[in-house]
């Protein structure tokens, strides 16, 4: 069973940092794309960033050059690590992978202030 755990969510003020983790388990992480969705209050999830298997990286245009995914495959971990923030991006933050059946994960909050 695939389980994924989100951490690292916060509250910071606007043009702060936050680094997010997903720790995957019950799944062979190294084949797997990964990716981090979010959802705002009254607003539909939303893909922000995904990681192949090789580790190419692609962004919604909202995040691009402020926001990077990357992944470590001995720890079976996959970050988000979120710079110059807005308040804009205040959301859940969801960790997701497409590994036998769509998995996610309880997703963790990110608070951002102007």
């Known amino acids: 069973q695939v389980r994924l755990v989100e951490s690292g969510g916060g509250s910071v003020q606007a043009g702060g940092s936050l680094r997010l983790s997903c720790v995957a388990s019950?799944?062979?992480?190294?084949?797997?794309?990964m990716h981090w969705y979010r959802q705002a209050p009254g607003k539909e999830r939303e893909l922000v960033a995904s990681i192949t298997s090789s580790g190419t990286a692609t962004y919604a245009d909202s995040v691009k050059g402020r926001f990077t995914i990357s992944r470590n495959n001995a720890w079976n971990t996959a970050y988000l690590q979120m710079d110059s923030l807005k308040p804009e991006d205040t959301a859940v933050y969801y960790c997701n992978t497409y590994y036998r059946n769509n998995n996610w994960g309880q997703g963790t909050q990110v608070t951002v202030s102007s």
């Open positions: 019950g799944m062979n992480f190294k084949i797997a794309a």
